[in-house]
């Protein structure tokens, strides 16, 4: 997962101008969709960190 940083930092971004678009006025399935994308970024920094924590030895259970 060496690119996660760049494409969390994207997907950060889009989400950040989606809301200053709409003035925090979400639909429920854009909510709905702000909240998915919002779950995997923390799915996929809890792996990366995980998997970091391995490369450095870390014991992982």
Known sequence: M???TAHAR???EVL????RKT???LGPESMI????????????????GRD???AQGG???
Do not use: P
């Open 2 to 4: 060496s690119d996660y």
């Open 10 to 12: 994207r997907a950060e």
């Open 16 to 19: 950040d101008e989606l809301e």
């Open 23 to 25: 003035k925090g006025r």
């Open 33 to 48: 969709r702000v909240a998915q994308v919002q779950a995997i970024l923390a799915l996929a920094a809890a792996i990366n």
């Open 52 to 54: 970091g924590d391995r």
């Open 59 to 61: 014991q992982v259970s």
